[in-house]
């Protein structure tokens, strides 16, 4: 229980430490910490990163909520226009794509399978853990893959990289972009982003950005692991 309550803990924020091997898990124990990790640091907040991840999603939620409801998107006084939607749109899509190109090159090239300890579905999500923990600032390690190698120190170190300082500069760009406009006063149209609906509806957006993203992949992984399994 101590085990599965760090795995999870540590992988929703930027901690990477561990008290056991996560590759020791079963399936579905497992899928816990990738996802944990795949959302984007902002269960905990991850250290230096967690709160402009979780303003991303902010932004994302007000503006999809106020083309469903007919409101002009306004966050803290600022109108949530073209721009700022192509920037927070980076911010949540350069860590997927990081972590599942990375993961399909180490799936095709001789180097990256070599390093696999273990055949079928675990080998996958031992792979796919990888990509996960160095796209997204955790640090963690599956176990059952030798990465010391030029494949993966290099394709890890660039996950790494990218998946760093790529968020930051369009974080910057909306920050730039939103302290230059001027505020708008509240209105009958303004959606209320400190009520409890608000919060229940960035946490369903982050889920199904979350579960959009990496379910085919958890699929192809622990999840297929589990079914066999059960067979």
């Known amino acids: 229980m101590n085990s599965a309550l760090w795995a999870t803990v540590t992988t929703a924020a930027s901690n990477g430490s561990v008290n056991s091997m996560h590759d020791s898990f079963t399936p579905l124990g497992g899928l816990v910490p990738m996802w944990m990790m795949q959302l984007g640091e902002v269960i905990f907040g991850g250290v230096g990163s967690g709160l402009y991840g979780m303003l991303a999603f902010v932004i994302i939620a007000v503006f999809v909520s106020g083309l469903m409801v007919g409101r002009t998107p306004e966050y803290l006084g600022k109108k949530i226009e073209a721009f700022e939607m192509k920037m927070a749109a980076l911010i949540v899509l350069i860590p997927p794509i990081l972590v599942l190109v990375g993961t399909a090159v180490a799936v095709i090239l001789p180097a990256g399978k070599l390093a696999v300890l273990n055949s079928g579905p675990h080998g996958f999500s031992e792979m796919l853990y990888a990509f996960s923990s ?29 998946g760093r300082y790529w968020l930051a500069i ?60 059960g067979g």
């Open 170 to 229: 369009p974080t910057l760009a909306i920050a730039g972009s939103l302290v230059r406009k001027k505020k708008v006063p509240v209105s009958a149209g303004t959606l209320p982003t400190h009520t409890p609906l608000f919060v229940i509806w960035l946490i369903g957006v982050i889920i199904i950005v979350g579960a959009l993203s990496f379910f085919p992949a958890l699929a192809l992984g622990p999840v297929v692991e589990r079914l066999m399994i």
């Open 134 to 162: 160095a796209g997204n600032n955790n640090g963690s390690a599956f176990a059952g893959l030798s990465t010391n190698n030029t494949f993966y120190n290099i394709a890890l170190g660039l996950a790494m990289l990218l």
